[in-house]
Structures are given as structure tokens and as C-alpha cells.
């Protein structure tokens, strides 16, 4: 037993698989981790009550669907306490696909996804910046994304 | 070169499967019949279909999206890597694939020649990887950490 929310090795083991393929048939996440379907259903349904697991879903290639430009982007307020109210209408931008609340240089850190860089422009200009209590923004432009996955479930 | 090897072709699209993959990116254990059934096609074209989209590398694979924190990961940091020289990118973007900690590299425009996104577990464990795991890395000449205090939001792109 771990201190991470009563999950055991079994629950961890299942972790690991279903965050590599979610549409790996539970029959065989049964017979590798060496218990009964049912069990396993009822694991899984447990840690989605947990908030363990928040979801599932395919990952599309930002690129694919033209999005060809990925971002970072720095964003300095005006006031620490606009940060709520920015942060929500943060939210209202689609291209947004990331918001954080960081320490630093920014108080605010967002991922965005854009067409090409004029759109990337648009947003920034047009969107981002005309937010009240946002002062300016940097931005940091990824020419190449060497890797992305999850967190490590088994260390 | 020709200027064509820098430009990816898009694959075709349509509307059927841009319905497919508003679906599919949200539940991946959703039945195919399901899809099928809204988008008013039959089970076996929603099979095609899909698998043409990952033959196309449109969608990657699917997985269960865990909660960090719930699993102990209680500290997410953002860090801006300098390099002694820019011709040590290749090799100390190998490096970092090495810390299971790092859940994201980018190779990016600006002050930083990398960018990564760290998850670990106490504070203490992000300061045992910038001490340990990425001193050991050579051609790192120093780096810059944005510790996240709160996401409010993380989603896939829109889908028009």
C-alpha cells in the first residue's frame, strides 16, 4: 500500500497500461495484471470516483488538424488580484489549450495552439493583450517538440 | 533543398471525420456503435475511418488521463534550459528523455534554447532533478524554473 490515495501495486499496474491504450479490451488488462475482469471494472470505476482518472480520450496531432504553430506564452498583469478574472477569460479563448498560475517572472502561463504565425499574432494582439489587466505579454515560439507523456505511474 | 521539404501536407478531413474526432477525443472507451449511431453511418465505417485517422498520424493513440496530485505528483514546473552551445541540442534533448520526471521537451524560440514541463512529487524532489539528474547533463550551461501554484485548464485543440 502507497500513501498515494490508498492505490495499491494492482491499481497501479492497471494505471499503467490504460494510460498507454485506453481502448485495450479489460479481458487483457485482466489476464496481465493476474486478476478477474470484474475486478478490474471495478478498480477502474473506483479511481475514476477517486478523481484518479479524469477522463480518457485519442490524442490528436496538433499539426494534423493545422495547427502548426505551438507557443508558450508568458503573461505579465498589471495587479496580482486581476489574475481570476483574466484567468476566466483565458478560458474563452479556444487556442488556449494550457493556463497555469506560476511563480517567476510571469504570473501567468499559458499554451497555445495557432493556425500559422499570423494567427498566433491574432490571438495575442487581438485577444490576449485587449484582456483587461493584462500588461504584456512574451512569447516563446516551439520549433520542435522533442517528446510529450503522461506522468511516470510506476517509478 | 526544395522548398517543398519543409512543407507538410494536411490530410484530407471532412466533416464526418471532424464528428468522429469530437467524440473520440473526449471518451476513448466510447462504443464505435455509439459514434455510428450519432453520426448516423454504419459501425464498420466508424472502424475505417478511425483507423485511416491513425494511419494518417491525425490521432496518436488514445489513453486514461490520470490526476497528477492523486497519485502524489504534487509539484509541476515549467524550466527554461540555456546551453553552453547550441550544437549540444540533440544530445541533451536525449538526456532529458532519460527523467521519467520530464513530461515535455520543446525546442523553442527566445531566451531558452529548451523548454520543460516537470512533474514531480514534493518540492524537494523538483531540487534533487535540477541537482542531481540535470547538473550530470553535459552542455546545460543553467536553468530557469516556473513553479505552477495552480492550472486552471488543460484541453486538446479545437476541433472547427
Known amino acids: ?5 490508498n492505490l495499491d501495486q494492482i491499481d497501479l499496474h492497471i494505471l499503467d497500461i490504460i494510460t498507454r491504450n485506453a481502448r485495450v479490451p479489460f479481458k487483457d488488462v485482466a489476464t496481465e495484471v493476474g486478476v478477474s475482469r470484474a475486478a478490474v471494472h471495478q ?3 473506483r479511481m475514476i470516483d477517486m478523481q484518479v482518472i479524469t477522463g480518457s480520450g485519442y490524442h490528436i496531432d496538433p499539426r494534423k488538424v493545422d495547427y502548426k504553430t505551438c507557443t508558450y506564452v508568458g503573461v ?3 495587479k496580482g488580484s486581476f489574475y481570476d478574472s483574466v484567468a476566466a477569460r483565458l478560458t474563452e479563448i479556444e487556442e488556449i489549450v494550457e493556463c497555469h498560475y506560476t511563480t517567476g517572472a510571469y504570473a501567468v502561463f499559458v ?3 495557432a493556425r500559422d504565425n499570423e494567427h498566433l ?3 495575442l494582439s487581438d485577444r490576449i493583450q485587449k484582456i483587461p489587466g493584462v500588461s504584456s505579454t512574451e512569447t516563446f515560439i516551439s520549433l520542435e517538440e522533442t517528446f510529450k507523456r503522461q506522468v511516470p505511474i510506476i517509478l | 533543398m526544395m522548398n517543398q521539404d519543409y512543407i507538410e501536407p494536411l490530410p484530407q478531413i471532412d466533416e464526418l471525420d ?3 474526432l469530437k467524440l473520440i477525443t ?3 472507451r466510447i462504443p464505435f456503435l455509439e459514434v455510428a449511431r450519432e453520426c448516423g453511418v454504419s459501425g464498420a465505417a466508424i472502424h475505417q475511418r478511425v483507423q485511416r485517422l491513425l494511419n494518417l498520424g491525425v490521432v496518436s493513440g488514445s489513453e486514461f488521463i490520470v490526476n497528477p496530485s492523486k497519485l502524489g505528483y504534487n509539484t509541476c514546473a515549467y524550466m527554461g534550459i540555456y546551453l553552453d552551445k547550441a550544437k549540444y541540442q540533440n544530445q541533451v534533448a536525449e538526456a532529458l528523455q532519460k527523467i521519467p520526471e520530464i513530461v515535455e521537451c520543446h525546442y523553442t524560440t527566445g531566451q531558452y534554447a529548451i523548454f520543460i514541463k516537470v512533474q514531480t512529487k514534493t518540492n524537494k524532489h523538483l531540487k534533487k532533478i535540477i541537482d542531481e539528474d540535470l547538473q550530470e547533463i553535459e552542455g546545460i550551461a543553467r536553468t530557469e524554473t516556473f513553479i505552477s501554484l495552480g492550472m486552471d485548464f488543460k484541453r486538446q485543440v479545437p476541433i472547427k
Open chain 2, 18 to 20: 471532424e464528428k468522429i
Open chain 1, 111 to 113: 499554451k497555445v495552439y
Open chain 2, 26 to 28: 473526449k471518451n476513448a
Open chain 1, 1 to 5: 500500500m502507497t500513501l498515494r490515495n
Open chain 1, 76 to 78: 505579465f498583469l498589471e
Open chain 1, 121 to 123: 499574432k491574432e490571438i
Open chain 1, 43 to 45: 478498480r477502474v470505476n
